[in-house]
């Protein structure tokens, strides 16, 4: 065979296996490969959209409650607390001014709303570039695994098996409920828990390995497909 036929046909397998994640049963042996949306998971990648998705996503987290009272809003007397002249101290009007013990803050925080905004199609868009960012990261477990045994030492056998165990992993359920996966991960330290419908960028860039429970891919297909034109 040529040499220009064969870097042909190692190109095309590249591309056949370029958007296969394995999957995993829980014993840790792989028993197949599942094939990734191609519309979801080979968006180019767009730092400059990623930032200001996380920067508004970390916005809407606070909560913007902290407040202080200012001199006029302390409960206590209005009284001048000694005399202008003639004591040989600074010159005071009310006990609630901010140098006293009990007194007002001077600039201090008030309720305040810190949240931003973002239009649902760079939404969209961010979410698929870090999915596409993380997909050499992207393991899959088989759907029986949701009947697993609920006890902390199958799930973290599984983890040790893949040398998962010392990182930062997020787990993507089909749907967030309590089920014998969800009771068998939730006490082991760097697992998070999270449903397909879900998941933001934040959440997927965050973690260092991503393991879908294989029903959640077609959850995530379906519900973030439908807006796509």
Known sequence: MPRTAKKTEDKEKIKKTEFNIPVYSLAG???KTIELPKEIFG??????????????????QRQGTASTKTRSEVVGSTKKIYKQKGTG???H?????PIFVGGGVAGGPKPRDYSLRINSKQKQKALFCS??????????LESESLKVEPKTKNVYAFLQILKLSNHNTLLILPKME??????????IPGIKIIGAELINPYEILKADKL??????LAIIAKHFLKHVN
């Open 131 to 140: 999915l596409s960012m993380q997909k050499k990261n992207m393991i899959c």
């Open 211 to 216: 393991i879908f429970v294989e029903d959640a």
């Open 178 to 187: 309590k089920n014998n996966l969800v009771l068998a991960s939730r006490n």
């Open 43 to 60: 968006i180019k990648e767009s730092p400059r959209l990623i930032s200001q998705y996380i920067r508004v996503y970390l916005a809407n």
């Open 93 to 97: 009007g009310a006990s609630s001014a």
């Open 89 to 91: 101290r600074a010159r």
């Open 29 to 31: 042996k792989e028993i």
